[in-house]
């Protein structure tokens, strides 16, 4: 495996993307801590990987609650190489106008504090562990860290807002810590919404088709989750990455070379 003797910690773990790169990070020889707000989740992950995987419950919101996730992760493997910064909220392509100001008021703190606070709070408290071991930090990012309409206003500003914490915190932590991000397009998840806005409970594919997503990519299929893992091994990767820090992988499929007049110029190859 490519991260043998390396510890990750992941936030939001418990489903989707972070249970796909806890899994990856197992077969690539990792030990993996999550930090996760459900409790069911990180029961879930606990006995599904029988005491090989270190779950927390908590939300990244919290100071103290990143604090103890980066705590637990070294008490109990002995160091950090590796933050993942991936729990998040989505929202449901909230537009402006059809959004009401107290909505996006109350979305926007809730939002905010979980996508951009919780990437913040997560990366300070790993900080000083991965300036031991020379480590590395990778972000979820999105389609909508670079482009409209993968989200309403709150989301896609979220997301771009990753995109300057990536930079500033690759300046910063240069020479010892990698800083880098990672933007998948749509994928099957639980990723939900704000209960500012009502969507708690509303899972992506309520509103978005696997096959409206794969209409849209240059690639023409519907990724799952898996499929998304391998530049976060690249980045992680101490072998296979000594050089890049400060980028964005754009994993998505294509949609940066999408052609005005079609999706993709090679159809009838
Ligand atoms: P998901 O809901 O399956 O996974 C996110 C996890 O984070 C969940 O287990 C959730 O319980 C947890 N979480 C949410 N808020 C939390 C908090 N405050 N504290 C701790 N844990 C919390 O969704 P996903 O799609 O796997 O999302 C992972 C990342 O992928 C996110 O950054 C998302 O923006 C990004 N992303 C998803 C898609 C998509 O189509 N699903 C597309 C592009 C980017």
């Given at each position: 495996g490519w991260l043998q003797n390396e510890v990750a910690l992941i936030t939001g773990?418990?489903?989707?993307l972070g249970l796909a790169l806890v899994e990856r990070f197992l077969q690539e020889g990792a030990s993996v801590a999550v930090l996760e707000r459900s409790a069911e989740k990180c029961a879930d992950l606990e006995q599904k990987f029988a005491g090989k995987v270190l779950a927390i419950q908590g939300d990244v919101c919290s100071a103290a609650d990143n604090q103890k996730a980066v705590a637990a992760t070294v008490a109990r493997f002995g160091k950090l190489d590796c933050f993942i910064g991936n729990a998040a909220v989505w929202d449901?392509?909230?537009?402006l106008i059809n959004t009401s100001i107290e909505q996006l008021d109350t979305g926007f703190d809730e939002l905010f504090a979980i996508n951009v606070k919780g990437y913040l709070l997560g990366a300070k408290a790993a900080a000083a562990e991965l300036v031991k071991s020379c480590g590395s930090m990778i972000f979820t990012l999105s389609n909508s860290a670079f482009y409209a309409e993968g989200g309403g206003p709150l989301y896609t500003a979220s997301k771009h807002a990753a995109v300057g914490l990536i930079r500033e915190l690759a300046f910063e932590l240069a020479p010892k810590v990698r800083v880098n991000g990672v933007g998948p397009c749509g994928m099957k998840t639980d990723l939900r919404g704000p209960q500012a806005l009502g969507q708690?409970?509303?899972?992506?594919m309520d509103s978005r088709s696997p096959d409206a997503i794969k209409a849209i990519l240059p690639l023409q299929f519907f990724p799952e989750?898996?499929?998304?893992t391998g530049p976060f091994v690249l980045l992680a990767s101490r072998q296979n990455n000594q050089t890049l820090t400060g980028v964005m992988i754009n994993?998505?499929?294509g949609l940066g070379i999408r052609g005005i007049r079609n999706v993709a110029g090679g159809l009838e190859l």
């Amino acid at each position: 495996g490519w991260l043998q003797n390396e510890v990750a910690l992941i936030t939001g773990g418990g489903s989707g993307l972070g249970l796909a790169l806890v899994e990856r990070f197992l077969q690539e020889g990792a030990s993996v801590a999550v930090l996760e707000r459900s409790a069911e989740k990180c029961a879930d992950l606990e006995q599904k990987f029988a005491g090989k995987v270190l779950a927390i419950q908590g939300d990244v919101c919290s100071a103290a609650d990143n604090q103890k996730a980066v705590a637990a992760t070294v008490a109990r493997f002995g160091k950090l190489d590796c933050f993942i910064g991936n729990a998040a909220v989505w929202d449901h392509g909230a537009r402006l106008i059809n959004t009401s100001i107290e909505q996006l008021d109350t979305g926007f703190d809730e939002l905010f504090a979980i996508n951009v606070k919780g990437y913040l709070l997560g990366a300070k408290a790993a900080a000083a562990e991965l300036v031991k071991s020379c480590g590395s930090m990778i972000f979820t990012l999105s389609n909508s860290a670079f482009y409209a309409e993968g989200g309403g206003p709150l989301y896609t500003a979220s997301k771009h807002a990753a995109v300057g914490l990536i930079r500033e915190l690759a300046f910063e932590l240069a020479p010892k810590v990698r800083v880098n991000g990672v933007g998948p397009c749509g994928m099957k998840t639980d990723l939900r919404g704000p209960q500012a806005l009502g969507q708690q409970d509303t899972r992506i594919m309520d509103s978005r088709s696997p096959d409206a997503i794969k209409a849209i990519l240059p690639l023409q299929f519907f990724p799952e989750p898996e499929e998304f893992t391998g530049p976060f091994v690249l980045l992680a990767s101490r072998q296979n990455n000594q050089t890049l820090t400060g980028v964005m992988i754009n994993a998505d499929a294509g949609l940066g070379i999408r052609g005005i007049r079609n999706v993709a110029g090679g159809l009838e190859l």
